[in-house]
């Protein structure tokens, strides 16, 4: 599963969030993987960062507390 969110501020910029099963081998924690790409290449992004799902609930909370 994978969703592009316009990034603001930006012409062409995304935002991509997708879950990803064993990112790095065999027996490997699934993780959210968040990219922004200033081009619009969602697929390519410039900058990403994976989370373990196990994290999700409390990055969640952090990022509304934000708001």
Do not use: C, F, R
Not at 25 to 51: C, F, M, Q, R, Y
């Amino acid at each position: 599963m994978s969703t592009v969110i316009k990034l603001d501020g930006t012409k062409k910029g995304t935002i991509s969030v997708t879950k990803i099963e064993e990112p790095y081998g065999k027996d490997s924690g699934t993780v959210a993987s968040i990219g922004i790409s200033l081009s619009g290449n969602a697929d390519s992004p410039e900058w990403k960062v994976h989370l373990p799902i196990a994290n999700l609930d409390d990055v969640i909370a952090a990022l509304q507390a934000l708001k």
